[in-house]
């Protein structure tokens, strides 16, 4: 009898202990596996997809002071190992813009907003404006002049865009960092300088591609930015740097498609994780993902809290 019901209360510990949800970047998540910044988030009805597929949250595309049309077509173009971009950061700007925040809000489930700017005025304007969950600050784009990895590949401005969005906001902040530096690291510090809450890491890697018969690049931008599978060890990389260094947490992106990509980003340190790329292949990634990152608790009966950054405790 005794041996019974303590095989029942070890059975509703473990249950209990491998829920998914928790703390992501100070926000509370049902789970850590959240749609990231990119085609999805463009509107609300797209957000509410996502969320109602199961995504613990969701980002916006990234959002402007002013309406952008973008770079010139073609935006995208699909490679060997991924998807290459160059859309220009298009958006109708924030004001436009909070409409769609407020539908993706019914669902319960947080919305991020990722923003952009030329300066800290800028990004500081969009932030006490915009009502959201948290925003991510879009210091990476790796290929609209102006923006992105133009501040966000130096640690002073990285340091003072952050500081300005969290002096006018009492949500968190997230800031998205560049791979395309020689020290991620040194970004990392900058933000957690500046005062955000987590860094989510990676943005594209700077890319481009021909067309042999035409002898000309492919993407009218000329070059844009590569996702999918093929930057996912420099994303682990830069995750496991990161983890290791910083104090505040880190946000996996880059390549992830499956649920063991999940548990390695995990591994790596990762808080959270996003997915953009693989959701070419449909909604149902969510679900495919966190029943199997579940499934993979279960069976090694560890919780969440034990896999992050188990990569560095093995050592
Ligand atoms: C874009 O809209 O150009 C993509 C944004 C990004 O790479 O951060």
Redo the contacts with the bound molecule.
Sequence with gaps: MLSISNSFISFYLLFHMLSLSGQVGGLKLRNPIMLA?GVLGTSGASLKRAAKAGAGCVVT??IGRDPRD?HPGPTVVQVDCGLL??????NPGYKEFQEEINIAKLTGVPVVASIFGSDPKEFSEISSALRADAFEL?L?????ECY?DELGRYPELVEIVTRSVKDRVDVPVWVKLTPNTADIVQLGFAAQRGGADAVVAI??LRAMAIDIEMGTPILGNIFG?LSGPAIKPVAVKCVYDLSANLDIPVIGVGGISTWEDTVEMIMAGAQGVQIGTALYRGYEVFHDITNGLLSYLERKSITLEQLRGMARRQL
């Design positions: 910044a595309k990234s973008g971009n160059a859309m220009g950061l298009p879009n990476s784009c790796p290929h609209t992105g943005n594209t930015g």
